[in-house]
């Protein structure tokens, strides 16, 4: 069944507009009588019947209202060292698939992009429409936040509030160390592609971040934050 996210709302009935009725309409050509699934982003799922195809609207009746059963139980957010364009647009996509909450990108000392502010909000737009699409397709409960670039200094500031665990190429303690099934919220901070400046770690352990090792062999920037979270969800019983 198709899936599509909108604004919560109240009643029995449901209206969608713009980019959602233009591609039950146009793109899935979907009929009058034909069934979809709406999701409130809030944990609700609705599964629908198409009462009416309009120029930019579409009307369905609510058949029956659920709590969405997809969502994890640990909220994980992903501060990613920020990599070239392409492999960030990966990493969004196939995080949110595996199960992020949100993912904020850093600009670190070995970085090779560099965004200023304008760049930045443009590319958090790409990056937030990215983690929409690949919430409706992997049928989440939520559309993941993917917050504007920031810097080493404000995630620090981030770091010494939240239970934080950095993937060093460099060595660590195993991740199944640091994480257990009851772990209901965790941080994850993963390098760019030139990985981390050794000054990087050693203020990221001042400021409280535990140093974790996904293993002996070096993983690729985009590739690194998604065995981390499969693991994670592994440890934490999200993956059966």
């Not at 995630?155 to 239970?163: C, I």
């Not at 409280?208 to 590739?223: D, F, K, S, V, Y």
């Amino acid at each position: 069944m198709s899936r599509f996210f909108v604004a919560p709302f109240s009643g029995d009935t449901a209206v969608l507009t713009g980019q959602e009725a233009h591609h039950v309409a146009r793109v899935l050509r979907m009929r009058v009588g034909e069934e979809l699934m709406l999701c409130d982003g809030v944990g609700t799922d609705y599964a629908c019947r198409i009462l009416s195809v309009a120029d930019g609207e579409v009307t369905a009746q609510v058949l029956y209202r659920r709590p969405t059963e997809s969502e994890p139980t640990t909220a994980v957010t992903l501060y990613q060292g920020l990599p070239k364009s392409e492999k960030m647009d990966l990493i969004v996509q196939k995080c949110v698939e595996i199960g992020i909450t949100r993912i904020v990108p850093v600009a670190m000392a070995r970085s090779i992009v560099k965004l200023n502010a304008a760049e930045g909000a443009k590319k958090r737009d790409r990056w937030q429409k990215i983690a929409a699409s690949a919430a409706e397709q992997s049928g989440r409960g939520i559309v993941p936040e993917v917050g504007e670039p920031i810097s080493f200094k404000q995630l620090l500031g981030a770091v010494a509030n939240e239970n934080t665990v950095t993937f060093y190429e460099g060595g660590g303690a195993p991740l199944a160390v640091l994480v257990t099934k009851d772990t209901r919220q965790l941080s994850m901070v993963i390098g760019p592609e030139g990985g981390f400046d050794k000054e990087e770690i050693e203020r990221l352990r001042e400021a409280g971040a535990r140093i974790a090792t996904l293993g002996p062999r070096i993983l690729r920037c985009e590739t690194a934050p998604l065995v981390a979270l499969s693991v994670i969800m592994q440890l934490t019983e999200n993956m059966n």
